[in-house]
């Protein structure tokens, strides 16, 4: 009783050679040879166009995304779909849904697939019919014994939700995973916007066709407007293990995300399968500097599975470009999805703990290390020996001395910290961290880092990515952003772990406890010109217990056409 979830955009045509090289695209006819330095290697993105999740079944795991065929920007929206054995290498596949029925016309959004109990998978999903009004639409594959599931087929019920009476026809998309209750009926929320109220509108069903609303929803909020892209699963409090969606119980507690103001936004509470009530301590907005996300970067829109036969739940997320249309445009593509995570409850029940799948070590290539080298203040280590533009790089820190960590008055939002201490601003525990992607000069870098402070008698560790100096070029977001670690720097050491790949730099602070993810656009520290430091800006020397950086190979990420499976 599984599903997935999609938001992606397109890839179109055919030749392309992964990693930042050169294209070859066949576009209306013509061949072109376009450079293309922010190209992944390594991450999932379309060969060409507009993309903005994932299912396994019978051994394979599906991608179906938000796909554009036509074009680099957002428009025409279909179905990509795409498979894999490891999450990593992938083969796309025909497009699974087209906007080609008067309940869909205006596009195939976002949605989920459940798995039911017989092994029947379904696709639930929105689409914009001829009025443009947001309805909900049911999806199944032609045949059930295909693994590859390559056809789908419209149920003739469509549509089966309309928007009710009291809701903006705009603001009514994105069904969730469903889920089982204990009385044999299905559950769905579906993302709206009621009085300006952020909702997820619960839905009952016992054939998956007829649905009826319930008397409350699952959960609301007056500190946010609308929500897209709901999510709602059951993790365990003890353990990395993942539940099915349909898991309830004793030991059991459930996560809600919604998707707004370009963030993912998560809560953790207790549900109630019988009333369907969802209780939480501490809500959606209640105070800035504690709000719970899944990623303090560029990260939105993201969707979690239940990975069944590695028994995991996965999370993985679309990632926006960050250098204006135009650049789409000329590029040819726009987007690409995060690595996978493994997610799971952290030990203390608060948050959420997210680690790349251990599937991506497959590509670790060429390896340097480093232990207990101490890092003075005001100096830098080049790590040297690796492919610095197509990396992964894990450090961790030890500090000698807290007894100097800057005094706060009060503890305020980390984004404006991060923004007001920036990687220039020398302390005494901090800045350090790492230089990615920065030229020889370093003219340009993206600089991840943490600092101390101290707040009455408590610590607080501060993790910071920014990117005010990651590109000469005058057009590109150069965001910072931060984010706290729930984590005491006393007895503990601070560990750094960045995936780095060309445009893309996904970091895991704290083993998980925080993460931010960043796209960069240099236009110096490109391929072979890119460089990689560990560096300590603070006054204070510190020390890098161990520190291990390897080249990444890249993906098999193999066009329509070339139909192959991918390598186990």
Known sequence: ?????????????????????VVAIKR?????????????????QPSENWMNGPMYYKGVYHFFYQYNPYGALWGNISWGHAISYDLINWLHLDIALMPDQPYDINGCWSGSATISPNGKPMIL?????????????????????????????KSSHNPLLTPPKGIDTSSYRDPSTAWMGTDGEWRVVIGSEIDHHGYAILYKSKDFIRWSRASKALHFSNKTMMWECPDFFPVTVNGKNGLDTS??????????????????????????PKTDQYDVGTDFMDSNDVSLRYDYGKFYASKSFYDGGKKRRILWSWISEGDGDSNDIKKGWSGLQSIPRSIWLSKNGKQLVQWPIKELEKLRTKKVHYVNKELRGGSMLEISGITASQADIE????????????LLKEVVDPQLLCTKYNVSVSGSLGPFGLLILASKDLREYTAVFFRVFRVNNSFHLLMCADQSRSSLRPEVEKSIYGAFLDLDPRPTKISLRSLIDHSIIESFGGDGLACITSRVYPKLAIEGQAHLYAFNNGTQSLSISSLSAWSMKRAQIVPIGKRRKPIK
């Open 395 to 406: 450090v961790t820190f030890s500090l000698l001395n807290l007894s100097e960590a800057y």
């Open 247 to 272: 898991v309830v119980g004793k030991n059991v507690r459930h996560v809600l995300k919604a998707s707004f103001s370009s963030h993912d936004y998560y809560i953790v509470g207790n549900y109630d």
């Open 1 to 21: 009783m599984e599903v997935y979830r999609l938001w992606v955009l397109p890839f179109f045509y055919l030749l392309i050679s992964y990693g930042a090289e």
């Open 125 to 153: 999903y929105t689409g914009g019919d001829t009025k443009k009004h947001q309805v909900q639409n049911l999806a199944f594959p032609k045949n059930v014994s295909d693994p590859l599931l390559i056809e789908w087929v």
């Open 28 to 44: 209306h006819g013509l061949q072109s040879l376009v450079s293309q330095p922010y190209r992944t290697s390594y991450h999932f």
